[in-house]
């Protein structure tokens, strides 16, 4: 069997000769994805799996094989658009598809000597896989494609899913799956510990994860790298539709998520004069506390309104979320009411790919009604003061977040023990707060006494302008307001 470091060696090999032609990252990965997903399709027609194919066989990876020069341009082009009219998993793969790669004889070399070369459904899981989560880090890294708002960092992942500790038989949901880090940790963390016979395997692999993402590129990318794992629904697992304009009921089990940064959402709309332009979106539901066009507290509520009763989540949201008034002060106080929020952990600056951003993670249980608050006390683990973190030479790693795992204490929540990062407040401390404020700092800022420990200038620069983002637009809801009552 091909070793996994020469598969990654070839991918990596083959991604430098296209960038010459001016390719990016993301282009790469997803040309990749397209040809990967033909032919394993291609594959599962064979023995021994005798599977019937749902693409036509027009379009099909022997089509491809036949064809060199401008032929095959012109045909892999018209298969991309073609197999995007499709329903299903294959119309998640090719919607909105287009070649990128502009020599058709590098195209025919990608075709026959990489791809073709290679049995990909006799690899293991792992080794695709792995090389596929390479190319995908790669791509969020490369600042110019902006892809790095649908890649969080996989430590941080791998160590909400330790403390979450998902089960099998569970139905669980990723609304802003990006490329589906989250998905696939639950789903290694469920193999490596529980043992499971044939059909909760079954289950587990087709009836267990399901996800939304509104991006067709992140889709598709999320869509392969489930599938390169194993974790193929027999129906496609990724919706393309928004998560927010619609509640589909209290059904998931356990909701793990770090929604698109960016506070405002906004759509596309075309005026009676023909020009397109941006509008802001204040998300109406009933099953929403607040009505705001504040992304992060719409998914909030989303999240809340989706969970089965007892159902627990694990949300990234930024700071904002936690101090800004009005929308934010009514949706903290209902959260803290009608569900147990009982851990928040305050991330370092410097591990996301999009800089400058100050987020959290809010960890919460949902509980049936009750005549009194839910919430009773919460923990707040601060990993953020005096913690320095970059994403070339000083990265997170698991390892950095194994104090953070060592309080929490996942196998009792209530055996917990206050230390210097990780303390413990009361519904009564958090409610006397102007706002019911959770934006609690309690250690001292070394760089406030030490200007050489102060942060990067760019990294300052950012934080300023993302208070005075979140001042604006507090000035703008007020005044709205004044408007509304006039």
């Given at each position: 069997?091909?070793?996994?470091?020469?598969?990654?060696?070839?991918?990596?090999?083959?991604?430098?000769?296209?960038?010459?032609?001016?390719?990016?990252?993301?282009?790469?990965?997803?040309?990749?994805?397209?040809?990967?997903?033909?032919?394993?399709?291609?594959?599962?027609?064979?023995?021994?799996?005798?599977?019937?194919?749902?693409?036509?066989?027009?379009?099909?990876?022997?089509?491809?094989?036949?064809?060199?020069?401008?032929?095959?341009?012109?045909?892999?082009?018209?298969?991309?658009?073609?197999?995007?009219?499709?329903?299903?998993?294959?119309?998640?793969?090719?919607?909105?598809?287009?070649?990128?790669?502009?020599?058709?004889?590098?195209?025919?070399?990608?075709?026959?000597?990489?791809?073709?070369?290679?049995?990909?459904?006799?690899?293991?899981?792992?080794?695709?896989?792995?090389?596929?989560?390479?190319?995908?880090?790669?791509?969020?890294?490369?600042?110019?494609?902006?892809?790095?708002?649908?890649?969080?960092?996989?430590?941080?992942?791998?160590?909400?899913?330790?403390?979450?500790?998902?089960?099998?038989?569970?139905?669980?949901?990723?609304?802003?799956?990006?490329?589906?880090?989250?998905?696939?940790?639950?789903?290694?963390?469920?193999?490596?510990?529980?043992?499971?016979?044939?059909?909760?395997?079954?289950?587990?692999?087709?009836?267990?994860?399901?996800?939304?993402?509104?991006?067709?590129?992140?889709?598709?990318?999320?869509?392969?790298?489930?599938?390169?794992?194993?974790?193929?629904?027999?129906?496609?697992?990724?919706?393309?539709?928004?998560?927010?304009?619609?509640?589909?009921?209290?059904?998931?089990?356990?909701?793990?998520?770090?929604?698109?940064?960016?506070?405002?959402?906004?759509?596309?709309?075309?005026?009676?004069?023909?020009?397109?332009?941006?509008?802001?979106?204040?998300?109406?539901?009933?099953?929403?506390?607040?009505?705001?066009?504040?992304?992060?507290?719409?998914?909030?509520?989303?999240?809340?309104?989706?969970?089965?009763?007892?159902?627990?989540?694990?949300?990234?949201?930024?700071?904002?979320?936690?101090?800004?008034?009005?929308?934010?002060?009514?949706?903290?106080?209902?959260?803290?009411?009608?569900?147990?929020?009982?851990?928040?952990?305050?991330?370092?600056?410097?591990?996301?790919?999009?800089?400058?951003?100050?987020?959290?993670?809010l960890f919460f249980d949902k509980k049936a009604a009750s005549k009194d608050h839910i919430t009773?006390?919460?923990?707040?683990?601060?990993?953020?003061?005096?913690?320095?973190?970059?994403?070339?030479?000083?990265?997170?790693?698991?390892?950095?977040?194994?104090?953070?795992?060592?309080?929490?204490?996942?196998?009792?929540?209530?055996?917990?023990?206050?230390?210097?990062?990780?303390?413990?407040?009361?519904?009564?401390?958090?409610?006397?707060?102007?706002?019911?404020?959770?934006?609690?700092?309690?250690?001292?800022?070394?760089?406030?006494?030490?200007?050489?420990?102060?942060?990067?200038?760019?990294?300052?620069?950012?934080?300023?302008?993302?208070?005075?983002?979140?001042?604006?637009?507090?000035?703008?809801?007020?005044?709205?307001?004044?408007?509304?009552?006039?």
């Open positions: 069997m091909t070793d996994s470091k020469q598969i990654v060696q070839k991918l990596w090999n083959y991604c430098n000769i296209l960038r010459d032609d001016g390719l990016s990252y993301g282009d790469y990965v997803e040309q990749l994805t397209y040809l990967l997903f033909l032919k394993m399709d291609d594959e599962r027609t064979k023995a021994p799996y005798n599977k019937k194919s749902d693409i036509p066989k027009k379009y099909n990876w022997q089509s491809l094989l036949e064809k060199e020069g401008t032929e095959l341009e012109t045909h892999y082009i018209e298969t991309l658009q073609e197999l995007g009219k499709e329903e299903g998993i294959i119309g998640v793969i090719f919607r909105k598809a287009q070649n990128k790669i502009q020599d058709p004889a590098k195209l025919r070399k990608l075709i026959v000597e990489l791809i073709n070369k290679e049995n990909w459904l006799s690899l293991e899981a792992d080794v695709k896989g792995d090389a596929y989560e390479g190319l995908l880090e790669k791509n969020a890294a490369d600042t110019k494609g902006g892809a790095g708002q649908y890649f969080t960092p996989r430590p941080l992942i791998n160590t909400i899913v330790e403390v979450m500790k998902p089960k099998h038989g569970m139905k669980i949901h990723d609304p802003a799956c990006g490329t589906g880090g989250f998905l696939l940790s639950a789903y290694n963390y469920i193999v490596k510990n529980y043992r499971m016979d044939r059909d909760q395997k079954e289950e587990l692999k087709h009836r267990t994860f399901s996800g939304n993402e509104i991006v067709p590129m992140a889709a598709r990318l999320c869509v392969m790298n489930l599938y390169l794992h194993g974790v193929n629904g027999e129906e496609n697992p990724i919706s393309l539709d928004d998560s927010l304009k619609k509640n589909s009921g209290p059904i998931y089990d356990m909701v793990l998520t770090n929604p698109p940064f960016g506070k405002k959402s906004s759509e596309t709309i075309v005026t009676d004069e023909g020009e397109s332009r941006k509008q802001t979106l204040t998300i109406l539901r009933d099953d929403f506390w607040a009505k705001t066009a504040n992304k992060q507290l719409n998914f909030l509520q989303h999240v809340r309104s989706i969970l089965k009763i007892n159902g627990r989540t694990a949300i990234i949201l930024p700071d904002n979320v936690l101090f800004e008034g009005g929308a934010g002060e009514t949706v903290r106080r209902k959260l803290m009411e009608t569900c147990d929020l009982h851990t928040l952990l305050r991330l370092p600056t410097g591990i996301f790919y999009a800089q400058g951003v100050k987020a959290n993670v009773s006390k919460i923990w707040i683990y601060d990993m953020r003061t005096n913690k320095h973190f970059t994403l070339k030479e000083s990265t997170l790693k698991y390892e950095d977040l194994d104090d953070f795992v060592k309080c929490y204490n996942p196998d009792n929540r209530h055996a917990r023990k206050e230390t210097e990062r990780f303390k413990c407040f009361t519904y009564e401390d958090i409610t006397k707060r102007d706002k019911a404020n959770l934006d609690i700092i309690w250690i001292k800022d070394e760089s406030l006494d030490d200007l050489d420990k102060l942060p990067e200038p760019d990294v300052v620069a950012n934080e300023i302008a993302e208070d005075l983002e979140d001042a604006l637009e507090q000035l703008n809801e007020i005044r709205s307001d004044l408007n509304a009552k006039k």
